[in-house]
Nanobody, 123 residues
Framework: VQLQASGGGLVQAGGSLRLSCAAS????????VGWFRQAPGKERERVAL????????YYEDSVKGRFTISRDNTKKTIYLQMDSLKPEDTAVYYC?????????????????WGQGTLVTVSS
């Protein structure tokens, strides 16, 4: 499975961006996905998770109410809508897939990772 993330860029505080992550190759029949981020000098952290059907989502407290994760399985694409962006949201954002489950995956070891897309929020 290959994951290709896109949609990052430079935006002013309070602005919005939508990240996309397209899966290709031999994709599993069902898999959980998530968005993670890594800011300069910090460890990678979980941002949002979603199950296969899109019925359940999880958000870290720092992004709750501002970010929305969704997926379109017909297009093999997941999205992260980011609104009311803050300078502290600046990071490289990664999408990841866990084929071991169709429910939300809490595993720190997702099997497949995208290459990352840089989001920079200016104050």
């Amino acid at each position: 499975v290959q994951l290709q993330a896109s949609g990052g860029g430079l935006v002013q505080a309070g602005g919005s961006l939508r990240l996309s992550c397209a899966a290709s190759g031999r994709t599993p029949s069902a898999y959980a996905v998530g968005w993670f981020r890594q800011a300069p000098g910090k460890e990678r952290e979980r941002v949002a998770l979603i199950d296969w059907n899109g019925d359940h989502q999880y958000y870290e407290d720092s992004v709750k109410g501002r970010f929305t994760i969704s997926r379109d399985n017909t297009k093999k694409t997941i999205y992260l809508q980011m609104d009311s962006l803050k300078p502290e949201d600046t990071a490289v954002y990664y999408c990841a897939a866990d084929p071991s489950t169709s429910t939300i995956s809490w595993s720190p070891h997702y099997a497949y990772w995208g290459q990352g897309t840089l989001v920079t929020v200016s104050s």
